[in-house]
């Protein structure tokens, strides 16, 4: 076997074809929200939302509804209840999201030790990528690609609501409901990513491509898609890895995004530390 067919083997294999499809389905449409998280600073609501799902998890599977719709409803209950209490309260948002979070996360670990739920707390976690039914790409399609289009449709009103609401309310756009709208589509990938990735690894694909193309261009259009291909890329190149040195897919493609972001962040041409001979300017679309 020589080294060609050697590399390509896993793309042959039915089980890491699909591993393949759902991993890209949720780190494309994940890298594309990722720009709006990372420049409106919603990279700590994105690890609130997809802690938060957990009880819904176990509580769906108790009441025998889908799990995802149990993630879904606690995901946004975390989302609006941080919004509330930061708007009547003296806390800051971030202060306000540590204990949302941390608490419905407390709440869900809970109640999978006490009751017997027959899930996997660790494939919860950490994602099962390699153990997907078509079925399961599926449903992951019909949450992610409506997601990807909504961003993709809406970008530069998210753009304006991101970097300045109140001038966004000025030029007449809604901003409650682009506020909400976005929440709800965190919560969408949040959902559809628990079983290529899991609850815990799932802040990694929303923050890091995000983070990376920020480093490599001044320009929002550039961004989404700079966002797209180190997306792609890194899935694509860290399931191939994950199969030939036997290690998860999914912890080693949140290697390599942290990796990349290391590199960019040295040798990035327009911000990178070791490189930087221009004054930072401000993101424009």
């Known amino acids: 076997m020589n080294f060609l067919t ?21 780190s494309i449409s994940a890298g594309v929200l990722s720009c709006l998280l990372v420049l409106k600073g919603w990279s700590l609501m994105g690890d609130a939302v997809s802690h938060a799902v957990l009880p819904g998890i176990v ?14 409803v606690t ?17 800051k948002e971030d202060t306000v999201m540590g204990v949302v979070f941390s608490g419905l ?9 006490k009751l017997d739920t027959g899930l996997h707390l660790h494939q919860v976690l950490f994602g099962d990528v390699l153990g997907v039914s078509w079925s399961d790409i599926a449903l992951t399609a019909a949450l992610t690609i409506p997601a990807f289009i909504i961003v993709i ?33 965190l919560s969408l990938i949040i959902v559809a990513s628990i079983k ?8 990694s694909v929303l923050i890091a491509p995000g983070a990376i193309s920020y480093q490599l261009t001044r320009r929002f259009e550039n961004m989404i898609w700079w966002s797209i291909v180190v997306a792609a890329s890194t899935t694509i190149v860290g399931v191939t890895l994950s199969y030939h040195i036997d290690s998860a897919p999914a912890p080693t493609i ?25 004054p930072l300017e401000q993101t424009t679309a």
């Open 6 to 26: 050697l590399l390509l083997e896993p793309f042959t294999l039915d089980f890491m074809q699909q591993a393949y499809i759902i991993a890209l389905l949720v």
């Open 59 to 72: 509580i769906a599977y108790i009441l025998n509804i889908p799990v995802l719709i149990g993630a879904f």
């Open 75 to 91: 995901g946004m209950f975390c989302a609006v209840s941080t919004g509330y209490l930061t708007d009547n309260s003296r806390l």
């Open 105 to 113: 996360f407390a709440l869900g670990i809970a109640l999978f030790t």
């Open 153 to 185: 449709v809406k970008r530069r009103d998210l753009l304006v609501f991101a970097f300045d609401p109140q001038h966004a309310r000025v030029v007449g756009l809604n901003t409650t409901l682009l506020h909400y709208g976005l929440l709800s589509i």
């Open 196 to 203: 290529a990735v899991g609850i815990i690894l799932v802040i």
């Open 254 to 278: 949140v290697v390599l995004l942290s990796l990349v972001f290391v590199l960019v962040f040295l040798f990035g041409p327009q911000r990178g530390l070791l490189r930087k001979t221009a």
